[in-house]
């Protein structure tokens, strides 16, 4: 069946609020077609890097903050110096250009510098997820053998684990990166800030050999597909646009902004979304370890942060914590990131007077960028890349072609999937894995002979040049004859307080028509005191009746992800068999008002067909 559905007028772009979202850039169109400009110079004339990026703003900018934390505060000039510090040590010991240097450190000041000291050289960070352990973090580690380790001393037991499984040569050097000095650097690691601390804190020649096409991280992600962590390739010039377009369009940022990044800097959303906007124009990042609910709005006040990068659970955390009478009290007006979602959108804004709203729509690997530039509600924006969105059918996962083999585009007011075409001045950088990076790419799209990038979402044309997410294509199932968003029924339960986090999937049914819902929920509190009733209540009088979820598990532990959800692919494979899940399971039979408890009796009767669902 197909993803796409007759246009309607709810949730459409007017032309009112089209034209209102282009009066506040007006006034500044000569300064954003000069970035533009810029932008579109990337490569050919504009020769920055990272590194030319932090000295230019040392040099005019050298006594403003770069870096609050509550392990340090760093000016410009300090920054600089710690970063030319490192970098020069290391090229002494013979780093070079396309060196790979793992990084694997949680969010503190040692990691921006590391980060860009390996910038300046024009090695590859190679960022790991402090989350990982064990076979996930022995699989990243091992993708790209590295020249260098730069391990945290809060991370160094995990990486103890698997470091004789790394079989590391002779030639792979070790250094800790000391914390709060706890702990002894052991045997075969060197001490980081004992061997640079002499070091010399001149600009080193190297970054003026570092161009726009050279990679600057890989980031791992496991795109649309899910299983093993893949390394998604960022490059310097990635970085330089979004200082152009994030940090002076968009944002608009200024010498006295602050941003505060609270969302780990081995993700794209720190990394290459919001990080760079502080280039723009000499402003300062502010980071914490991680996100806490409880400590955002005095982080916000004390580090007078005036914007944030964000994502759509955060936003729904804090609209989950009781109102206050000083929630409008604070210095934030804008916001950048993706995934606020329009059930609470416009109460968000509200609730903590944000004026501006920039939601964005992109991905580690992908070629294609949105950002809602129009500060318009509930929508991902305009992207000026070519792209496309496609009939898709969602039964066989797959983009639907027409009689001569080519692919439909959708209507205004439908849903389809989203391809970003591939050219020369569009490229897909990919993976590190050549096989990943082709299964990416879609051929004879809508001619013989071109490609086009598979981004895997499903996305609405809300008119205008404006587009709305809907949800991931293997994130949408079918059930007796309906699409269902298991976005929408996660915003649906997310808001109930007794929910910490959900994640809602398809499984396999019998009688193959279609899949059944399930929702796995970390509830806010003991498991054992879950209200059913409560969450079957409002499921019930919030969803159509085919999207409310059959079965419930519960479980505090369940897997998240480092940008908080909770991983899909294990569960979607345990699906509901009670001898194969150890969590709480519950069943919503035919003809019923709530949950009960699943036993292996009921999961024999529904697969013997005694239960009509």
Known sequence: MAADSPAKDEGLISLSDYLKGWLPLVWRLPAILYNVKQILNVGVENRESWGSMLEENAAKFPDNPAIKSEEACLSYREYNAAVNRCANFFISKGLAKGDVACVFMENRPELLIVYSAMAKIGAINAMINTNLRRDSLKRCLSLHPAKIYLIGEEVIDAFEEVKDDLALRFDQKLYVVPDKGQKP?????????????????????????????????????SGTTGGMPKAAIIKHGRLVCSRYFNGKIVLNSKPQDTLYVPLPFFHTNALALSWPTV??????????RKFSVSNFWSDVRKYNATAWCYIGELCRYLMNQPPQPDDRDNPLTRIIGNGLRPDIW?????????????????????????????????????????YAIVKYDIDEDIAIRDENGFLQKIKVGQTGLLLGELSELNPFAGYTDKQATESKILRNVFQEGDAWFNTGDLIRNIGYGQVQFVDRTGDTFRWKGENVSTTEVEAVANTLPQVSLSSAYGVKMPGGDGCAGMIAIIPDGKAEEFDLRALYQHLQRSLPSYAVPKFVRLNANLECTATYKITKVALKNEGFDPQSVNDALYVLLPGQTGYRPLTQELYKNIWDGKYRF
Request: charge should be negative.
């Open 185 to 221: 650097a052991p045997e075969g690691f060197t001490d980081l800030n004992a061997v640079v601390k002499d070091a010399d804190v001149g600009n080193p020649a190297t970054t003026s050999t570092v161009t726009p096409a050279d990679t600057i991280a890989y980031v791992f992600t």
């Open 346 to 386: 416009r109460e968000f804004k509200n609730r903590f007077g944000i004026s501006k709203v920039y939601e964005i729509y992109g991905a580690a690997e992908s070629n294609l960028y949105f950002v809602n530039l129009l500060n318009l509600d509930c929508t991902v924006g305009w992207c000026r890349l070519p």
């Open 279 to 288: 280039f723009a124009n000499g402003s300062a990042v502010a980071i914490r």
